[in-house]
Nanobody, 118 residues
Framework: QVQLIESGGGLVQAGDSLRLSCDYS????????MAWYRQASGKEREFVAA????????RYADSVKGRFTISRNYARSTLYLQMNDLKPDDTAVYYC???WGSGDYGAFGQGTQVTVSS
């Protein structure tokens, strides 16, 4: 069973940076595609960034392009999201997701809260 545990959220000011982490198991998740999603209060969950199993390809939502960077460390079985120049609109619960092949992301973590004050 896939387990995803996010950490690194917090309360920051606009313009600050945060790095989210997602520790995953079992090790076979290293061969899965992975992504970050977020859900603001009262809104639907939205895609933020994705990374291919190889790490060679990444994709971002237009709203975070140039500010956020997704990466993964295979030795540590950890997914990261480096968030720079944070804005109040980035306030949300951030979720780590994993999926196999061309299917949907079938596994999500419990989420970590990011709050950006103006």
């Amino acid at each position: 069973q896939v387990q995803l545990i996010e950490s690194g959220g917090g309360l920051v000011q606009a313009g600050d940076s945060l790095r989210l982490s997602c520790d995953y198991s079992p090790r076979k998740v290293n061969t899965y595609k992975m992504a970050w999603y977020r859900q603001a209060s009262g809104k639907e969950r939205e895609f933020v960034a994705a990374i291919a199993p190889s790490g060679a390809t990444t994709r971002y939502a237009d709203s975070v392009k140039g500010r956020f960077t997704i990466s993964r460390n295979y030795a540590r079985s950890t997914l990261y999201l480096q968030m720079n120049d944070l804005k109040p609109d980035d306030t949300a619960v951030y979720y780590c997701a994993a999926g196999w092949g061309s299917g949907d992301y079938g596994a999500f973590g419990q989420g970590t809260q990011v709050t950006v004050s103006s």
